[in-house]
C-alpha cells in the first residue's frame, strides 16, 4: 500500500500541470459542487484513440524510416535543415508535437555528435516547427481535437482558420534555413529502420475512422472499441505507453472550468476579458506565455463563442516561453539529456527564436479577426 502511495505521488509531482491541473479541480470544488456533466468526453475519447494510434507509428518507425531517409539524401546543412524541418511540419500535423519532437530531437542530436555540428539552432526550430505543424490539422494536436469538438467546426471552417497559418509558418521557417551554411555534409554509422509494413494496412484505415469520429462524422463510440481491439491484437503493452497524465488533466481542468463558470463573479470577470474577438485572441495568446495552451484553451472557451480567435491564438500561443507548450518542455529535457552542455545557450536562442515567431505570428494573426 506504502509503495502504491509513493507511485501515485511520484506520478503527480512528475506531472506539473496534472498536478496544477488536479489542486484546481479540488479547491474549484469547494465553491461549486462538481458535475460529470462539464467533463468534454469527446475530447478525452477522441485524444485517448489519438494518442494510442501515435504509439503504434512510433512503434512501427514510420517516422525515423522517413528521417532517415530524407537524411541520406540531403548533401548539405542547409539541404539538411530543409528536409528535417519539411519533415517534422508534415509529420507533426499527424504524429502531434509531443511525439515529433520526442522522435526527432534526438535524432539530430545524434546527427549533430556525428557531423560536429551544434543542434542548438536546429533543435529550437525543430521544436516551432513541430508546434506550428501540429496546429494545422484537427488531429495534430489535442488543443486542436477539443476546439473541433467544442465549437463544432466543419471541416471547411478549420481549414479556413488554418490555412494562412500554415502559409506563413511555412514562409517563415524557411527563411530560416538560410542561416545555415551550404556546406557539404558526411553521414558515417547512421543505423538502417526497419518498418513493420503489415499492421499498417489495418492502422492506416483505422486512423481515417479516428479522424471522422473527430468531426462527429461516424459515431464517437465505435473508435474507442476499434482501437483497443486493434492494440490487444497488436500489442498490448502499448496502453502502458499512452500518456493517461494528459488524459486526467483534460479530466480535472473541465471539471475546475466546469466550476469556475457557475462562480458568478469569475464568470462576469472572464467573460469581460473574452467580450470581442480581438480581447479573446490577445488574452489566450498572453495566458498560453503562462500556463501552456491546452489549459488556456479550457479555461476561455467556455466564456466565449469567438472560435476564430481562440483557433488562432490557441495555436500561435504554443510559441513563445518554454512553458507555452509541453512540446516546449520535452525539447528542453530532450536536449540536455541527449547534449549535456550548453544549457544557458540553448534557453537564451530557444527564447529568442520563439520570441521572434511569437510576434510576427502574433502580429499576423490579429489582423486575421
Known amino acids: 500500500m506504502k509503495n502504491i502511495a509513493l507511485n501515485i505521488r ?3 509531482l512528475d506531472d506539473k500541470l496534472l498536478l496544477a491541473a488536479t489542486i484546481a479541480a479540488i479547491v474549484t470544488s469547494f465553491f461549486n459542487r462538481p458535475h460529470l456533466s462539464y467533463v468534454n468526453f469527446h475530447v478525452i475519447v477522441s485524444v485517448f484513440c489519438i494518442m494510442t494510434l501515435v504509439q503504434v507509428y512510433q512503434r512501427l518507425h514510420v517516422l525515423d524510416y522517413f528521417a532517415r531517409e530524407l537524411i541520406i539524401k540531403s548533401h548539405s546543412k542547409r539541404a539538411l535543415m530543409q528536409m528535417l524541418l519539411a519533415l517534422t511540419f508534415v509529420g507533426a500535423m499527424f ?7 520526442l522522435t526527432f530531437v534526438p535524432l539530430f542530436i545524434l546527427i549533430a555528435r556525428q557531423l560536429d555540428f551544434s543542434p542548438i539552432l536546429p533543435v529550437t526550430l525543430i521544436t516551432i516547427s ?3 505543424g501540429s496546429s494545422l490539422t484537427p488531429f495534430g494536436s489535442p488543443h486542436n481535437i477539443f476546439l473541433v469538438s467544442f465549437y463544432h467546426m466543419t471541416i471547411r471552417h478549420f481549414f479556413e482558420y488554418s490555412i494562412p497559418v500554415l502559409i506563413v509558418s511555412i514562409i517563415m521557417l524557411t527563411a530560416t534555413t538560410f542561416l545555415f551554411p551550404k556546406e557539404p ?3 558515417h554509422g547512421l543505423h538502417p529502420v526497419e518498418v513493420e509494413k503489415g499492421p499498417l494496412w489495418y492502422f492506416v484505415p483505422l486512423t481515417v475512422v479516428v479522424f471522422l469520429a473527430v468531426f462527429s462524422l461516424i459515431p464517437l463510440w465505435v473508435t ?3 482501437v483497443i481491439i486493434a492494440i490487444l491484437v497488436f500489442d498490448p503493452k502499448l496502453f502502458k505507453t499512452v500518456d493517461y497524465g494528459l488524459l486526467l488533466t483534460f479530466f480535472c481542468f473541465f471539471i ?3 466550476n469556475l463558470s457557475h462562480i458568478p463573479t469569475i464568470a462576469t470577470f472572464m467573460r469581460s476579458l473574452v467580450g470581442t474577438a480581438k480581447q479573446t485572441y490577445l488574452t489566450g495568446l498572453i495566458s498560453c506565455q503562462l500556463i501552456a495552451n491546452v489549459p488556456t484553451e479550457i479555461l476561455l472557451s467556455s466564456f466565449t463563442n469567438h472560435s476564430h480567435a481562440m483557433f488562432l491564438a490557441i495555436n500561435i500561443g504554443g510559441v513563445g516561453t518554454m512553458f507555452a507548450s509541453l512540446a516546449n518542455l520535452i525539447a528542453y529535457k530532450r536536449f540536455k539529456k541527449g547534449w549535456g552542455k550548453d544549457i544557458g545557450k540553448f534557453l537564451v536562442v530557444f527564447t529568442g527564436m520563439n520570441f521572434l515567431f511569437l ?3 502574433g ?3 490579429y489582423f486575421l479577426i
Do not use: H, S
Not at 504524429?95 to 519532437?101: G, I, K, P, S
Open 363 to 365: 502580429t499576423f494573426g
Open 95 to 101: 504524429l502531434t508535437n509531443d511525439m515529433t519532437v
Open 256 to 258: 475546475a472550468v466546469g
Open 130 to 132: 513541430a508546434n506550428l
Open 10 to 12: 511520484d506520478f503527480f
Open 359 to 361: 510576434i510576427i505570428l
Open 185 to 187: 555534409i558526411k553521414l
Open 224 to 226: 474507442p472499441i476499434l
